[in-house]
């Protein structure tokens, strides 16, 4: 039998700013509650306002990790894609956010943390070791990214290239991607607006694939990333 051993926990001595913008930060009970209450209100939300439907739920893995991708058009890509996922994985759900949207200002930096539980990536420096940190965290964890790899909202509702750094964070690993297609959320609340339409919303949710074949190099990164894309516009028409 292997020896216990104590681990603190890998934000333990942050600040409280520190934490918020850390990658390796972890789910405490407030932050728990908060999102478990985000979670069932937004829900109630996406049915009543959006009859928001979801089709192929069956596709989603029943144990983390795993990755969700989808495309990106509006704010509520992130907190659909959470809502679809069973209220037992809450404290393990992930979205990874764009810095520079979310975590220059303190209110928005604390709302993404407290009710979203999203982790910061920065577009515009955005290292290797980050992403190999949210790799680290995918191998030695049972956590859920939300990954949007086209890197920013869809001004036009078209779906753009997906980037690389998705097969970097799966590439030589069993962990599942599962693709998904978002349908109604520009028509819903596009970058343009700041409120939203109640527009019916569709999920897609397409069948998971791994690639624990394939070389961790940048050429497979790439290739990784568009079968992705491939798999999600597959999606789109059903």
Not at 15 to 23: D, P, Y
Not at 120 to 133: M, Q, T, V, Y
Not at 213 to 233: G, K, L, M, P
Request: glycine share 8%; net charge positive; charged share 20%.
């Amino acid at each position: 039998m292997e020896e216990w051993r104590f681990e603190s926990a890998h934000d333990f001595g942050l600040s409280a700013e520190q934490r918020r913008l850390s990658l390796r930060r972890e789910v405490g009970l407030e932050s728990a509650i908060s999102c478990f209450l985000w979670r069932s209100i937004t829900r109630v939300y996406l049915a009543i306002a959006h009859r928001l439907e979801i089709r192929g739920r069956e596709n989603l893995p029943a144990h983390a990790p795993f990755i969700l991708v989808a495309n990106h058009a509006s704010h509520l890509d992130a907190i659909i894609l959470g809502g679809i996922l069973p209220l037992r994985f809450v404290g393990a759900v992930f979205p990874i956010a764009a810095g520079d949207t979310f975590f220059t200002k303190r209110a928005s930096s604390i709302f993404a943390t407290a009710f979203m539980n999203a982790l910061p990536i920065w577009r515009k420096n955005c290292g290797a070791h980050s992403l190999e940190d949210l790799r680290e965290r995918l191998l030695q964890g049972a956590c859920i990214y939300i990954l949007f790899p086209e890197g920013t909202r869809s001004r036009t509702g078209e779906m753009a290239p997906f980037r690389p750094g998705l097969g970097r964070l799966v590439a030589g690993t069993n962990i599942p991607i599962v693709p998904c297609h978002l349908n109604g959320t520009f028509a819903a609340l596009p970058a343009s607006r700041a409120v939203p339409r109640w527009k019916k919303i569709l999920v897609r949710v397409g069948k998971p694939s791994s690639f624990a074949e394939t070389a961790n190099d940048r050429a497979r990164w790439q290739s990784i990333a568009a079968a992705t894309e491939n798999a999600v516009r597959s999606l789109e028409n059903g």
